[in-house]
């Protein structure tokens, strides 16, 4: 995406480096072939890429003429390709107050978050959407970064490198923003595009055939080059499996005889409380690796502990199931 977050990737950690992670023994009663499935998994729901691979990618494009003037439609603004590597473009800036220092620009080696979360921080599948997520629990979810009870080698740079008052300063911009559409339009379908990860998103291959959805959500933007200019309006489309939607209704109304109902934490309509995130209208692929991080361990600690008994009853299958109904619903 920019030059800067190479700085990540340099480290060497691999985001692959924490699916071969080894299994908590609080991780649950999950059979282990259950286990090897998540892990596997892992591989289009975390969509890992580098800024060394973006750059082999751009390289073998067609050249661009770096002086051309972009639009996207319906915005006012406009940008050179070249500042484009230096400035994260803020293409809707009625949509939101002004940004923080912290989200707009970064501060020494802390990163500007909107470079990964995007301006309203509606983010991609491969972050996540901040936008109306308690502040508490923004913080809460940094600290976890910071301490390696939550799992991520980009958050964890990033948590390392922010002072508390910066993350004070984004979780009060993030929380008050509202989510005003579902992040990706979800679809049942046995069938999908053969798809490949490319600049932190599957896409579609060109020329690749159809093939089985089996055990995934198959999450494309409508028009990847408008991800790449970062338009935080760009729509996704979320394909999953036959009947995810009335199974993931169950499960997360009820329980299904498996779990204690999801509305009964994250509110009658998911749209989580002062203090539980919302799941209503986030994206599929982000919901359920998160539940997959749960269920191996790679999200730890007391404020997730409700969280780990339930996920430990569900299978992968299941966890495509409720992600997808509450992607479906209204934010
Ligand atoms: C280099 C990219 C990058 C930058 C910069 C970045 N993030 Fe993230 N962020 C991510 C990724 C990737 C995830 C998904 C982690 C996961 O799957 O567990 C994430 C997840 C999060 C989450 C978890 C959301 C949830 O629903 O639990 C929070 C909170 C968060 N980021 C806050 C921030 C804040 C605040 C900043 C700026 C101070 C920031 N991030 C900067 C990449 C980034
Ligand atoms: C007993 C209360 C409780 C129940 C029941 C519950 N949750 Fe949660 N959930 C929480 C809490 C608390 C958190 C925040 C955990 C943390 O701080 O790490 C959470 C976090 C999550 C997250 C991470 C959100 C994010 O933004 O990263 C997902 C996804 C999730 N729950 C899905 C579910 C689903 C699906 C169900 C039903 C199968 C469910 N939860 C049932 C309490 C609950």
Redo the contacts with the bound molecule.
């Keep these: 995406m920019s030059v800067r977050r190479g700085a990540i990737w340099a480290i060497g950690s691999m985001l692959l480096a924490w699916v071969a992670m080894p299994v908590s023994g609080r991780a649950g009663d999950a059979p282990r072939d259950a286990h090897a499935q998540m892990r596997a998994a892992m591989d289009w729901l975390a969509t890992p890429w580098s800024d060394a691979q973006e750059k082999a990618l751009q390289a073998h494009s067609p050249p661009r003429d770096q002086n051309a003037i972009l639009h996207l439609p319906g915005s006012t603004r406009t940008y050179r390709r070249a500042q484009l590597a230096k400035t994260i473009p803020d293409w809707w800036p009625q949509a939101h107050p002004p940004m923080p220092t912290i989200v707009a620009r970064g501060r020494g080696k802390g990163l500007p978050c909107a470079e990964c979360h995007g301006p309203r921080g509606t983010g991609i599948a491969h972050t996540?959407t901040l936008t109306g997520?308690p502040a508490g629990?923004i913080v809460?979810?940094l600290q976890?970064f910071r301490d390696g009870s939550?799992v991520n080698d980009e958050m964890h740079f990033e948590a390392s490198n922010v002072s508390e008052a910066d993350v004070r300063e984004a979780a009060a911009y993030f929380s008050g923003l509202h989510l005003t559409s579902r992040r990706a339009h979800v679809v049942q379908t046995a069938r999908v595009p053969k798809t490949h990860v490319e600049s932190w998103m599957l896409v579609r291959t060109r020329g690749g055939g159809m093939e089985a959805i089996g055990d995934r959500v198959i999450e494309l933007p409508l028009n990847a080059d408008h991800v790449r200019l970062r338009d935080d309006r760009a729509r996704f489309v979320a394909y999953v499996p036959p009947g995810s939607l009335a199974r993931g209704r169950l499960?997360?109304t009820s329980?299904a005889g498996k779990?204690?109902?999801?509305v009964?934490?994250?509110g009658a309509d998911l749209r989580g409380t002062a203090k539980?995130?919302p799941?209503a209208g986030?994206s599929p692929t982000y919901?359920t690796r998160?539940?997959v991080q749960i269920a191996l361990g790679n999200?730890q600690?007391l404020?997730?502990q409700?969280?780990q008994q339930?996920i430990s009853r569900?299978s992968l299958s299941d966890m495509i199931s409720?992600?997808s109904y509450?992607a479906s619903l209204k934010p």
């Design positions: 996540a997520l629990y809460e979810q976890a939550r499960l997360a329980g779990v204690a109902a999801c009964s934490c994250h539980i995130p799941l986030r919901i998160q539940l999200r600690g404020a997730n409700p969280m339930e569900l409720v992600a509450a």
